[in-house]
Nanobody, 119 residues
Framework: VQLVESGGGLVQPGGSLRLSCAAS????????MTWYRQAPGKERELVAR????????DYADSVKGRFTISRDNVENTVSLQMNSLKPEDTAVYYC?????????????WGQGTQVTVSS
């Protein structure tokens, strides 16, 4: 099982970044995919989630209207388009997959990608 994030980096306030997460080793299309983030000294928090059925999405209030999560069930990728970035968006962003197969639940994590918003 692998979740590999990419696309992080340094961006100025007001700028944009697009994070991607490439998944392998499990049934991606049946998994709910979530982006979390963790800033220094803070707990990990949910940023955005896209469910396996119907493409239903959920967002943290702090990113609504600025971030968009999407998934490609052919390429097995999930992306997070981040616009109008703010310094408080600075964090390590993690990709997460949850689901169940043959009655067993799974919960997989990527290693994270650093996003720094600073002038």
């Amino acid at each position: 099982v692998q979740l590999v994030e990419s696309g992080g980096g340094l961006v100025q306030p007001g700028g944009s970044l697009r994070l991607s997460c490439a998944a392998s080793g499990f049934t991606f299309s049946r998994s709910a995919m979530t982006w979390y983030r963790q800033a220094p000294g803070k707990e990990r928090e949910l940023v955005a989630r896209i469910h396996s059925v119907g493409g239903i999405t959920d967002y943290a209030d702090s990113v609504k209207g600025r971030f968009t999560i999407s998934r490609d069930n052919v390429e097995n990728t999930v992306s997070l388009q981040m616009n109008s970035l703010k310094p408080e968006d600075t964090a390590v962003y993690y990709c997460n997959a949850v689901g169940a197969r043959l009655g067993f639940a799974y919960d997989y994590w990527g290693q994270g990608t650093q996003v720094t918003v600073s002038s």
